[in-house]
């Protein structure tokens, strides 16, 4: 015989009630899953320009002369 009371009639032994680190690490992977459906949106919100760089033109204030590259 089992000198410990048993709370059920199975003979298993009791489930312990979540505690604070097992709400922690659900809430944690909640934010994750928000997080990568998030960025996922953003992503299809930009993609079909993300590679398509032949159109990007830069402005001649935007080129540096070939002079500030040498320091002779």
């Known amino acids: 015989m089992s000198t410990q009371p048993s709370s059920n009639f199975g003979g298993k032994p009791a489930k ?9 690490l659900l809430l944690a992977m909640l934010f994750m899953i928000i997080a990568v459906v998030a ?9 079909p320009d993300y590679y398509k760089t032949n159109t990007a ?4 204030s935007m080129v540096a002369p070939a002079n500030d590259f040498y320091l002779a």
């Open 16 to 24: 312990r009630p979540a505690n604070i680190f097992t709400v922690m």
């Open 39 to 47: 960025m996922y949106i953003e992503l299809n919100r930009w993609a």
């Open 57 to 60: 033109r830069p402005a001649t």
